[in-house]
């Protein structure tokens, strides 16, 4: 009896196979189970007709509860269709016992429409209408009876409960990994949103780091053509003004052209390098305390005011762009000197301190007030101090000026620094 259930619960679990074949299944069972009552009782007998109402009843129910109903409709009475079902069968059973091989039928309902924990309700009541069936028709005393019932009981709930509870336990991990995959999915789609979304942030960073990087450029090209082309420019200026007032004076305009030249070649040379982003003439032969000195002896020979250059603290080597920035301020510093000061004497001062470079120069000049911009005032653009803070504030470094008028002018420069591995410039 119990045989035909796992075929019956397999064809309940697919939906299709349950809609065409299988759903004929049950009715094709209790025509044959009617079928094999006619020949052992008379038709006209009050068992017979017993038998057959009950066969109609239980087709008519599974027809009216099940067959004929919406699937949304048979989940509501589910209960009742199943537990009407196997009390038609029992009392099938207590007519004719092989109607015990019904149960399959039962079982197969209720694991398909019922809920857990009703399952197993259901399958001990399909065990106990199978174990009523297989005692039917036994002789005997009524405690012997019920004590071949019991046991029968017991041990035809041993395969339906067993079955329900491995099928129960199959239902569970098949929902949970449906739940899983399901999580999994919607996992993977935020996922590729979030790597659309990080896709679209490092393309807007790509144009923003582009744009930066233009905007960077633009502003070295402007530091450098004003630090080295404007520069040379204006000094050429100043040696050819200086040449046409010695016309009169052979050796003095010969002096001065030479200088014009040579600042023309100098300038053109920072020229070449700037575009190639080079480190500056001076700085490719020694340190940066003695590229300083280079320069101020240079300026010194053009514009005949000397400069004294000190070095305090050990000179050591240092990050390149300090060196290039400095060796910029101090060039950018005695450019202005020369221009605006009308100094005497100059003063430019490196000092290596433990973990910053400083840059001071000083002059005897005119000054100048402090506290107005240099650009609104008379003579001065503004953009030399305007670059030369920019580039020390590129390095986290500060730019400080102090001036008054008639008191001179002292602008110091102050770069943090690493030690540089030696060999490194």
């Known amino acids: 009896m119990t045989g035909g259930m796992g075929a019956w619960v397999v064809a309940s679990q697919r939906p299709g196979l349950l809609s065409m074949s299988a759903a004929g299944m049950p009715y094709a069972v209790l025509v044959v189970l009617a079928a094999i009552t006619l020949p052992w009782r008379t038709v006209h007998t009050p068992g017979m007709v017993l038998d057959l109402s009950m066969c109609a009843l239980a087709a008519i129910w599974m027809l009216a509860l099940h067959t004929l109903r919406r699937p949304s409709r048979r989940a509501e009475h589910a ?12 009392f099938l059973v207590i007519g004719d016992g092989w109607f015990g091989f019904f149960t399959a039928v039962c079982f197969g309902h209720a694991h398909a429409r019922l809920r857990w924990p009703w399952r197993l309700a259901g399958s001990s009541a399909v065990a106990f209408v199978a174990a009523t069936s297989q005692v039917v028709g036994v002789q005997g005393s009524l405690p012997f009876r019920v004590t ?114 040579r600042l023309a070649r100098d300038s053109l040379t920072e020229a070449r390098r700037s575009v190639h982003a080079l480190r500056p003439q001076p700085l490719e032969d020694g340190r940066l305390s003695e590229a300083l000195a280079g320069v101020a002896e240079r300026w010194t020979g053009l514009h005949g005011i000397p400069v004294q250059v ?83 504030e590129d390095l986290t470094g500060t730019l400080q000026v102090e001036s008054e008028p008639g008191g001179g002018t002292a602008i110091s420069a102050c770069v943090p620094t690493i030690r540089a591995l030696a060999g490194g410039a």
Do not use: C, K
Not at 165 to 188: G, P
């Open 79 to 90: 209960p009742v269709f199943v537990f009407g079902l196997i009390v038609i069968t029992w």
């Open 148 to 261: 071949i019932l019991v046991f029968a009981v017991a041990l035809d709930s041993l395969m339906p409960d067993g079955l329900m509870w491995l099928l129960h336990d199959r239902d569970e991990q098949v929902a949970h990994h449906q739940m899983a995959t399901a999580e999994l999915t919607a996992s993977n789609r935020r996922l590729e949103a979030i790597i659309e979304e990080n896709d679209a942030l490092h393309e807007q960073l790509l144009l923003s780091a582009r744009e930066s990087g233009t905007l960077d450029e633009r502003r070295r090209m402007a530091r450098e053509i004003h630090d080295t082309l404007a520069q040379g420019l204006t000094g050429i200026v100043t040696q050819l003004q200086a040449a046409e007032q010695a016309a009169d004076d052979p050796a003095r305009w010969r002096r001065h052209v030479s200088a014009a030249t």
């Open 310 to 392: 000190t070095t305090t603290g050990t000179a050591r080597l240092v990050r390149p762009e300090v060196e290039f920035a400095l060796l910029r301020a101090a060039q950018e510093a005695l450019a202005n000197v020369a221009r605006h000061a009308h100094a005497t004497r100059v003063g430019l001062t490196v000092s290596y301190m433990e973990n910053e470079v400083a840059l001071d120069v000083r002059d005897d000049g005119v000054g100048f007030d402090s506290t107005q911009p240099p650009g609104g005032q008379p003579g001065h653009d503004g953009f030399g101090l305007v670059a030369m803070r920019q580039r020390i």
